[in-house]
């Protein structure tokens, strides 16, 4: 930078000059990398490690007590050892199957009420409402209640003889659902949870998004007869292409990994339903890892870890790829903006 | 917003043009107001956002409303009325939960990692944002690919490690993941990107101030209203975080209370009495409601002013 060359004129004089302008440059030259290495290090010891660790543990027998136990055995080949016999083992257990299938479906019944409902309501948040930031606050008052706390109070709403639903279907002269027992009913009460907790945030996310476009593009698509569903379809949906992708990609992110609204929907012990009814993935991968006494149920659980890593990175870019195909038949756009949005 | 700002007001126009040119302003200006920002909505719309506002605040009424039934009526339908138990289940649920200590217990662990990830973020983000130097491209590009990384990837391996260094069933175990996230450099580099002038860094090298007496006094103060969001981010996910502590914790629960695990600690000890975990639910949920009522306004613009800017 010219700023040092500065500073050494103001002290022309002074004998200790060069030295200081020595000092001066190492510190512009080093500082940027001290200031991000703190993060990295400590990113490095937290984040990047564990990754590469769990992809070394999954090729190895490890038990949460004996530790390492040498390299994984092979599925059903007793006494043979291979380094993929965990993955072997975890795509070809039923559980499993039943976890991948739970979690796409609650993924599904979550994510798409939820994407169709934040669109509507930033639409209406973002016409010029009164006490508008009452409205806001409103929205998102579920997103302060734990997901934890959410999943305990969905259970009792849901439950099969004393929650309200049931009780309330009943008043109304339908018979009960059995919301625990049965998968689709699960699969839909445990979606109530998700959508609860993450509508207003989204709704948030896209008003804002939304009141960026500028008004005179609304204005000229009002002056061509658009009425407000067009509107919507045709000017706003595609001009706020890059934030609804974002959005789609993070709860395609968060929705595959879904644990803490199915755990404590759970009724007493059965975690996932007596007969795997809304088991998903990351559960699954709980109860290899840390409820299963298998010799090797950590490295397990770390397969089931880089599996659903996997899906998760094919699902995101499934995503992305769908969504910017979608929203470019809504209008003109311009393909530039989709990339940024992504790389969020 | 903008547009509105450019065309000059109708007050102004009739001291500039006369009242013949403030009328037809006034009239451009309602004509204005039937489309986009302006428009002002019907009572369907209105309608759709009470809907929306009581199914929020439902489940949270009917927490409370369980809370308040005596065990053996909970079966029946109240509509909306309370039953006269809510003050014996919240005390009795007060004392089971260990609440004074899960709440300490819950608000250090969410201030340590707040204040620690705030502080790692903005001195990088500043880096980022502002320094030159060779690598930077990359390495932001690594933070970024960082934020897709499920967290149960890092569970095991963490998990394994913490028992290895007996950490486990201690509140060291549950902070140290949350120290950093990838998230939080990436909010304060776009944040000072945009906040923090050139010139301001280099007036402050000028009057000879050091690199890391610039960040002090000129990208601290630059970064604050950032900083404070980012931390009230970061305090209530640790806070409603609950995959990692429930491993971390595990069975160690009743000597290390947390508030997200408590309400479980509750139910897998009382499983049968619903009116006690309800109550138990309610009061782990209180704190950040409140928190919410004081905060809400500035949660409100961290989640829109995020959505712009990424």
């Known amino acids: 930078m010219v700023t040092h060359a500065t500073a050494r004129e103001d002290h022309p004089a002074v004998q200790k000059a060069p030295f200081r302008a020595r000092l001066s440059r190492i510190d512009v030259k080093a500082s940027p990398y001290l200031y991000i290495s703190p993060f990295f290090i400590v990113f490095a010891v937290i984040g990047l490690f564990p990754i590469i660790y769990t992809a070394y543990i999954s090729t190895r027998k490890w038990n949460s007590i004996a530790g390492d136990l040498g390299v994984a055995a092979a599925y059903g080949q007793s006494g043979e050892t291979s380094w993929y016999g965990n993955f072997a083992w975890v795509l070809a257990n039923h559980d499993f199957r039943d976890a991948l299938f739970n979690t796409f479906s609650i993924f599904i019944l979550s994510s798409v009420p939820q994407i169709i409902a934040a669109i509507v309501l930033a639409s209406i948040l973002s016409a010029n409402l009164r006490a508008r930031t009452f409205w806001r606050m409103g929205v998102l008052l579920p997103y302060v209640i734990a997901p934890m706390a959410a999943g305990i109070i969905f259970r009792q709403m849901f439950a099969d003889e004393t929650g309200v639903v049931n009780i309330v279907l009943q008043q109304i002269g339908i018979s009960p659902i059995s919301w625990h027992g049965n998968t689709l009913a699960s699969h839909i009460a445990i979606a109530c949870i998700i959508n609860f907790r993450w509508t207003g945030y989204n709704t948030l996310v896209l008003l804002a998004a939304m009141q960026a476009i500028p008004n005179e593009v609304i204005e000229a698509a009002v002056v061509d007869g658009a009425g407000r569903a067009r509107q919507l379809l045709s000017v706003v949906l595609p001009m706020i292409r890059p934030t609804l992708m974002f959005v789609i990609i993070t709860s395609t992110i968060a929705g595959l990994q879904v644990f803490d609204e199915p755990q404590l929907f759970s009724i007493s012990q059965s975690f996932g339903g007596s007969d795997n009814q809304f088991l998903t993935v990351t559960q699954f991968l709980w109860k290899t890892g840390f409820t299963s006494t298998s010799d090797s149920n950590m490295s397990r659980a770390a397969a089931v870890a880089w599996i659903l890593f996997i899906i998760v990175v094919v699902f995101a870019i499934l995503s992305y790829v769908l969504t910017s195909r979608i929203a470019s038949t809504g209008g003109p756009d311009k393909p530039k903006r989709g990339r940024k949005g992504a790389s969020r | ?310």
Not at chain 2, 41 to 57: D, E, M, N, Q, R
Not at chain 2, 68 to 78: I, L, N, V, Y
């Open chain 2, 1 to 310: 917003m903008s547009s509105a700002r450019s065309v000059p007001s109708v007050a102004l126009t009739r001291q500039l043009a006369g009242p013949g040119a403030a009328r037809a302003a006034a009239r451009r200006r309602g004509r204005i107001r039937q489309t986009g920002e302006g428009r002002r909505p019907g009572p369907v719309s209105y309608a759709v956002l009470v809907f929306i506002l009581l199914i929020s605040l439902y489940p949270i009424y009917y927490t409370v409303q369980i809370a308040s039934t005596a065990k053996e009526t909970m079966h029946d339908f109240m509509g909306l009325s309370l039953g006269s138990n809510l003050f014996d289940h919240l005390a009795t649920a007060f004392k089971e939960l260990n609440f004074w200590r899960a709440l300490r217990n819950t608000v250090l662990v969410s201030s340590l990692c707040a204040l620690s990830v705030v502080a790692f973020s903005t001195l990088a983000g500043y880096s980022f944002a502002k320094l030159r130097f060779r690598g930077r491209g990359p390495l932001m590009v690594f933070v970024v690919g960082t934020m897709a990384i499920p967290t149960q990837l890092t569970a095991v391996p963490l998990f394994i490690v913490m028992s290895k260094l007996s950490l486990t069933g201690t509140l060291t175990a549950v902070v140290l993941p949350g120290l950093v996230t990838a998230f939080g450099v990436f909010w304060m580099t776009q944040y000072l990107e945009a906040a923090l002038p050139y010139e301001l860094i280099e007036a402050a090298r000028v009057d000879g101030c050091s690199m890391i007496r610039t960040f002090f006094h000129v990208a601290v103060p630059a970064a604050r209203p950032a900083a404070s969001m980012l931390a009230l981010f970061t305090f209530i996910a640790q806070w409603t975080n609950y995959y990692w502590p429930f491993l971390a914790i595990g069975t160690a629960a009743q000597r290390k209370p947390l508030l997200t695990l408590a309400a479980g600690t509750l139910s897998a000890g009382h499983y049968q009495d619903n009116t006690l975990i309800m109550a138990g639910v309610a009061l782990t949920s209180l704190p950040l409601i409140i928190l919410f009522f004081v905060a809400g306004k500035q949660l409100v613009a961290g989640i829109m002013a995020g959505a712009v800017k990424g």
